[in-house]
């Protein structure tokens, strides 16, 4: 009885033991060269614009291009002295 | 589909650093790390002296991109060239790569040793939420995320440096290139806010020190 305590102790602690030893499977993401590897990053135009300050519609490129271009357009001083 | 350039007019800059200090304050950049800076040839050589302000300047094929080994550049939607600090190994070879010398490295330890890689982000933040603490420590303010242009180019006080969509303002410059006056002098007042202007003395010969 002694003995046969003895073999199924040691063939339970074969079975939760053994597996310690083994490989762990390594699933490594290969990099692709030349991708970027970093998080997404958002657009700005997906952002509410500020209370204070330029408008446009949120999630909306063209909007946001338009407001933009016209924030470019003020570094033109020539243009605001001539006219 | 806007491209996000810089343009320096080295006949407008006056080597103030205005730019280069409303990056510093913008950015909250830490000391020893410069995103802008300005470069001056020819210092003090009346009529030949020239300056310019040098940062990223967010190339359509971006050296440091190429070479980057963990490949932590990205460009976004509007032509910005940006890096995700989390995956940057602070190697240096962006450094190398770049002509313009735009990255930057902390020098956090006792020995000199190389933090991760701080460069001009064109006031685009970068791959953390928009306008969130993170991305501020990271990589300084969100201007894009609120409508507005990088510091450096809206504080310009002479509008030397331009900052925006690569067709917008080189149209501005070309515009202003028509404009200048070519006849006193090739340089000086005339040359770079156009004609109209009630130019000074004459200068002294071209290559005396002031």
Not at chain 1, 43 to 59: D, I
Not at chain 2, 136 to 162: H, I, Q, V, W
Not at chain 2, 184 to 206: D, I, L, Q, R, V
Request: aromatic letters at 8%; proline letters at 6%.
């Amino acid at each position: 009885m002694k003995r046969t305590a003895l073999i199924v102790a040691a063939l339970v602690g074969a079975v939760v033991l053994l597996p310690g030893c083994m490989e762990v499977e390594q699933t490594a993401t290969p990099s692709k060269q030349g991708k970027y590897q970093g998080k997404p990053d958002a657009t700005p135009w997906s952002n509410e614009p500020l209370a204070m300050g330029p408008k446009w519609s949120k999630g909306d490129r063209a909007s946001w291009e338009e407001q933009i271009k016209k924030r470019q357009l003020g570094q033109h001083e020539d243009r605001r002295i001539y006219q | 589909m806007a491209r996000m350039k810089f343009l320096s007019d080295a006949e407008r800059c006056i080597e103030c650093n205005g730019c280069v200090t409303a990056c510093k304050q913008e950015n909250e950049v830490p000391w020893g790390v410069n995103r802008r800076r300005v470069v001056t040839i020819n210092d003090g050589v009346i009529g030949a002296e020239k300056s310019i302000s040098v940062a990223c300047m967010h190339c359509s094929d971006a050296p440091c991109m190429a070479v980057c080994p963990v490949d932590v550049f990205y460009r976004t939607d509007d032509g910005v060239v940006l890096h995700d600090k989390d995956l940057c190994i602070g190697c240096g070879y962006c450094f190398y790569a770049c002509p313009f010398g735009a990255p930057q490295f902390p020098q956090a330890g006792a020995f000199g040793l190389r933090g991760k890689m701080d460069k001009c982000t064109f006031c685009a933040g970068g791959p953390e939420p928009d306008k969130s603490e993170a991305e501020f420590k990271k990589y300084g303010r969100n201007r894009l995320a609120e409508g507005k242009l990088p510091a450096c180019a809206e504080m310009c006080s002479t509008k030397a440096l331009l900052g925006g969509d690569g067709d917008v303002i080189s149209d501005i410059y070309r515009e202003r290139v028509t404009r200048r006056n070519k006849g006193f002098e090739a340089w000086g007042w005339g040359t770079a806010y156009g004609p109209g202007g009630k130019p000074g003395a004459a200068p002294a010969a071209a290559g005396k020190k002031s």
